[in-house]
Each structure stands twice: as structure tokens, then as C-alpha cells.
């Protein structure tokens, strides 16, 4: 006798079993999510001051977007790959007498190793660290205007929690540093911070 089927069946609900009635998924699933958050360039107004001749107001902190999606391998580990945008840099002031207004603004691509740690059903705690990619560009009006952009690759590191209010739907709340990102070619190089609100799916 075939006792194959039988024995299939048997090994699908033992994580119904182990794991509690109500789940009703394995734990190698995709997710995707997007959202919105704070940005904070960290050092971007300590290098716009430096500038010879420059006087005015400078804003580092700006919203941000972002959008990322990953595979979780088992419950405690995922990869993960990311977009962000960082938002915006703004100076405002004269340059040597002259009026002058600078905007820096830039996004990233990440790519993520995630470890969780679940508690129960409904919510887990989660850390991040990969590579990222990251291109920027700043813009000068004075005299006349100017655009330079620039990429490259760095670092990113973060840490969350996620509340899952069904089994398919949650909320992600997470805090980010992206490390050294532009360089002095476009008149900063700054880390930045990233606090983020997130809606995601997993199927």
C-alpha cells in the first residue's frame, strides 16, 4: 500500500500543530511593503556651512519614501531588497552677496540580510545589515545653476518590529542608518538616519 499521501498530509500540519491552530502558513514566504519616513542627513548642514562666503538657513531633515520586498528563508531569517528615497537637503542664504539656494536629494537601493525573532502570532522584532547602493545629486543656484551627481556603494544597518493585525497584513515600524553616502564632489557626504511607518503584505 502507497502511504505517501498519508504521510504528506501528516507532515503539512505539524506546524498547525506546533505553532498554534491559527497558523495556516508556512514560514517560507514573500513579502512587500512601502511607506514613508523621516529623513535626517546628518551632516549635511555642517558641510553646507563650511562653504566660503555662504550665509543663511539650512533644513537637513526631510520625508522620505520607501519600497522594499523579500523572502523569508525560515522564521528567523530573510533577504531583502530595498529602495528608498532619502528626501532633501535645503540651503537657503546668499553665496559671497549673492542670493543662492542649494537642494541635495538622492535615493538608495539595498540589499539585505534580515534576522527575526518571532513572538506568538501577531508580532516579531527584526534586525538588518547589507549593502547599498546610492546616487545623488546637488543642486546650486547662484549666479547661475549648477548639477552634479554622483554614486557609489556603502552601508546599511537597521532594526524594527513588525505587527501583523491578519495573517497577511501588517504594519512595519523600522530605523535605518545609511553610512557615508555622496562625497565631496557634490558638496556633502553624510550619513543618514531613517525612521520609517510601513504597510506590508507577505504571501
Given at each position: 500500500m502507497?502511504?505517501?499521501?498519508?504521510?504528506?498530509?501528516?507532515?503539512?500540519?505539524i506546524?498547525?500543530t506546533?505553532?498554534?491552530?491559527d497558523?495556516?502558513?508556512n514560514?517560507?514566504?514573500?513579502?512587500l511593503?512601502?511607506?514613508?519616513?523621516?529623513?535626517?542627513?546628518?551632516?549635511?548642514c555642517?558641510?553646507?556651512d563650511?562653504?566660503?562666503?555662504?550665509?543663511?538657513?539650512?533644513d537637513n531633515?526631510?520625508?522620505?519614501?520607501?519600497?522594499?520586498?523579500?523572502?523569508k528563508?525560515?522564521?528567523?531569517?530573510?533577504?531583502?531588497?530595498?529602495?528608498?528615497?532619502?528626501g532633501?537637503?535645503?540651503?537657503?542664504?546668499t553665496?559671497?552677496?549673492?542670493?543662492?539656494?542649494g537642494?541635495?536629494?538622492g535615493?538608495?537601493?539595498?540589499?539585505?540580510?534580515?534576522?527575526?525573532?518571532?513572538?506568538?502570532?501577531?508580532?516579531?522584532?527584526?534586525?538588518?545589515?547589507g549593502?547599498?547602493?546610492?546616487?545623488?545629486?546637488?543642486?546650486?543656484?547662484?549666479?547661475?545653476?549648477?548639477?552634479?551627481?554622483d554614486?557609489?556603494f556603502?552601508?546599511?544597518?537597521?532594526?524594527?518590529?513588525?505587527?501583523?493585525?491578519?495573517?497577511?497584513?501588517g504594519?512595519?515600524?523600522?530605523?535605518?542608518?545609511?553610512?557615508?553616502?555622496?562625497?565631496?564632489?557634490?558638496?556633502?557626504q553624510?550619513s543618514?538616519?531613517?525612521?520609517?511607518?510601513?504597510?506590508?503584505?507577505?504571501?
Open positions: 502507497n502511504h505517501a499521501p498519508a504521510i504528506l498530509v501528516a507532515l503539512l500540519c506546524p498547525g506546533v505553532f498554534g491552530q497558523l495556516k502558513r514560514h517560507y514566504e514573500s513579502y511593503g512601502v511607506g514613508a519616513g523621516q529623513s535626517n542627513l546628518r551632516t549635511y555642517k558641510d553646507v563650511s562653504i566660503a562666503g555662504f550665509s543663511g538657513t539650512c531633515s526631510n520625508v522620505g519614501l520607501k519600497v522594499f520586498g523579500g523572502y528563508i525560515n522564521r528567523w531569517a530573510a533577504a531583502e531588497l530595498g529602495y528608498t528615497n532619502f532633501e537637503g535645503r540651503a537657503d542664504g553665496l559671497s552677496g549673492n542670493p543662492a539656494v537642494r541635495w536629494q535615493y538608495g537601493i539595498d540589499l539585505s540580510a534580515i534576522g527575526t525573532l518571532p513572538f506568538g502570532q501577531h508580532f516579531e522584532m527584526f534586525i538588518k545589515g549593502l547599498l547602493y546610492w546616487d545623488v545629486k546637488s543642486t546650486t543656484t547662484n549666479a547661475a545653476s549648477r548639477e552634479i551627481s554614486n557609489g556603502s552601508g546599511v544597518v537597521g532594526g524594527g518590529a513588525t505587527f501583523w493585525f491578519t495573517q497577511q497584513a504594519l512595519r515600524l523600522q530605523y535605518e542608518r545609511f553610512h557615508k553616502v555622496g562625497d565631496s564632489s557634490v558638496r556633502a553624510t543618514i538616519d531613517f525612521a520609517s511607518l510601513s504597510l506590508v503584505g507577505r504571501f
